[in-house]
């Protein structure tokens, strides 16, 4: 894929298309405190998705990702920029958003125990999205539960089980089934292995990877960790301080990044070879001593205060997009002056 400067990452992308995308959580007051100054939580943000996608959103706690997520379901209103998804302008929507859109975007989140409610069995939980979507009642509905149930890998009994009787794994596939029940095109992915042991979130990746096969639903799939995203993504973005900073073919990100903070990111994967584990350990510790504190510069790279390479440039202006070989674009002042290649750094 031949990206030019300032492009899009997906040329074409028909199932997502977020522009300019800016959040600003304003400084709140209450009777006891005041939280003083807005915190910009997502600063002119672009994505592109295609039908049957996966693209992994990445960065580090605090980067901004579960706020794009909401926004692009529509769980928050954005400060500006506009999102198209499922052929839906999101702001267009008033108060309600359409019953439509909700059927369309789905989502899946870190805690299934808190998203499942309570009170209710399996069984009910996936029957009640097919009642409200679908209108589904009685034998025709009780199949399509055993259908669901049957196609994230769990056995008929969990349908008489409450959330809290099953494993986090099993608890995530519920989660998943009950995406699935309305037939999304898209699915939001936020964190959705984090919570799990690393066995259990190869099982789930899996999984996904599965339903997407067989129903060609796209993912879009927040998370910290590259090594969880590597494997399930065809693309990444990588996130930082409210900013994407470099987006690109998962392969590409992975074995040769072109953003620092991507490469700080990837040191963070621990690497089979002795040598590289020691370089890693190096660039951890010098990320921690470095973790940024207060608000997101208000001008340049927000990456520049950790950054090894930095120049005086870098705490000027945030760096226009420049595409990089092997696909994918990054915005670093390092790479200004297009095509390139990671290793000229
Ligand atoms: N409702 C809110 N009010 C004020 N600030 C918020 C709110 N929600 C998020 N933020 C702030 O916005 C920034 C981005 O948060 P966000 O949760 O989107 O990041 P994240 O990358 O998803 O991190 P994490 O994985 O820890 O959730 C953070 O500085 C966070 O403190």
Same mark, same amino acid.
């Given at each position: 894929?031949?990206?030019?400067?300032?492009?899009?990452?997906?040329?074409?992308?028909? +199932?997502?298309?977020?522009?300019? !995308?800016?959040? #600003?959580?304003?400084? %709140? &007051?209450? *009777? @006891?405190?005041?939280?003083?100054?807005?915190?910009?939580?997502?600063?002119?943000?672009?994505?592109?998705?295609?039908?049957?996608?996966?693209?992994?959103?990445?960065?580090?706690?605090?980067?901004?990702?579960?706020?794009?997520?909401?926004?692009?379901?529509?769980?928050?209103?954005?400060?500006?920029?506009?999102?198209?998804?499922?052929?839906?302008?999101?702001?267009?929507?008033?108060?309600?958003?359409?019953?439509?859109?909700?059927?369309?975007?789905?989502?899946?989140?870190?805690?299934?125990?808190?998203?499942?409610?309570?009170?209710?069995?399996?069984?009910?939980?996936?029957?009640?999205? +097919?009642?409200?979507?679908?209108? !589904?009642?009685? #034998?025709?509905?009780? %199949? &399509?539960? *055993? @259908?669901?149930?049957?196609?994230?890998?769990?056995?008929?009994?969990?349908?008489?089980?409450?959330?809290?009787?099953?494993?986090?794994?099993?608890?995530?596939?519920?989660?998943?089934?009950?995406?699935?029940?309305?037939?999304?095109?898209?699915?939001?992915?936020?964190?959705?292995?984090?919570?799990?042991?690393?066995?259990?979130?190869?099982?789930?990746?899996?999984?996904?990877?599965?339903?997407?096969?067989?129903?060609?639903?796209?993912?879009?799939?927040?998370?910290?960790?590259?090594?969880?995203?590597?494997?399930?993504?065809?693309?990444?973005?990588?996130?930082?301080?409210?900013?994407?900073?470099?987006?690109?073919?998962?392969?590409?990100?992975?074995?040769?990044?072109?953003?620092?903070? @991507?490469?700080?990111?990837?040191?963070?994967?621990?690497?089979?070879?002795?040598?590289?584990?020691?370089?890693?350990?190096?660039?951890?510790?010098?990320?921690?001593?470095?973790?940024?504190?207060?608000?997101?510069?208000?001008?340049?790279?927000?990456?520049?205060?950790?950054?090894?390479?930095?120049?005086?440039?870098?705490?000027?202006?945030?760096?226009?997009?420049?595409?990089?070989?092997?696909?994918?674009?990054?915005?670093?002042?390092?790479?200004?002056?297009?095509?390139?290649?990671?290793?000229?750094?």
């Amino acid at each position: 894929m031949t990206i030019m400067k300032g492009s899009s990452a997906a040329a074409g992308a028909d +199932l997502l298309r977020v522009r300019n !995308l800016t959040v #600003t959580f304003a400084g %709140r &007051r209450s *009777a @006891t405190w005041r939280r003083p100054g807005a915190v910009v939580a997502v600063n002119d943000l672009d994505l592109d998705l295609t039908s049957g996608e996966t693209l992994g959103l990445v960065g580090e706690s605090g980067s901004g990702k579960s706020t794009t997520a909401r926004a692009i379901l529509r769980l928050l209103r954005p400060s500006g920029g506009t999102i198209e998804a499922a052929g839906f302008a999101v702001g267009a929507f008033g108060r309600r958003v359409p019953l439509e859109y909700r059927r369309a975007v789905q989502a899946v989140f870190q805690d299934p125990l808190g998203s499942l409610d309570p009170t209710k069995v399996i069984g009910d939980i996936l029957a009640e999205p +097919l009642a409200v979507h679908f209108g !589904l009642r009685g #034998t025709e509905r009780d %199949r &399509r539960v *055993a @259908t669901l149930l049957d196609q994230v890998g769990l056995a008929g009994h969990h349908l008489r089980r409450y959330p809290y009787e099953l494993s986090g794994g099993q608890r995530q596939r519920v989660s998943i089934a009950r995406a699935l029940a309305v037939e999304p095109k898209l699915i939001i992915l936020d964190e959705p292995v984090s919570a799990l042991d690393v066995s259990v979130q190869s099982q789930v990746v899996n999984l996904l990877e599965d339903v997407q096969e067989r129903t060609g639903v796209a993912y879009l799939f927040v998370a910290h960790d590259l090594a969880v995203v590597r494997h399930a993504c065809d693309r990444i973005a990588v996130m930082y301080r409210s900013r994407i900073v470099e987006e690109g073919p998962a392969d590409r990100i992975c074995e040769a990044p072109a953003h620092p903070y @991507t490469e700080a990111l990837l040191a963070a994967v621990p690497d089979p070879d002795p040598a590289r584990q020691r370089i890693q350990r190096t660039r951890r510790r010098e990320m921690r001593a470095t973790a940024p504190v207060g608000a997101v510069p208000a001008a340049g790279c927000p990456f520049a205060s950790r950054c090894p390479h930095r120049m005086p440039v870098c705490t000027e202006s945030f760096p226009d997009w420049s595409p990089v070989t092997g696909g994918g674009r990054v915005a670093c002042h390092l790479h200004s002056g297009s095509p390139t290649t990671p290793e000229e750094t």
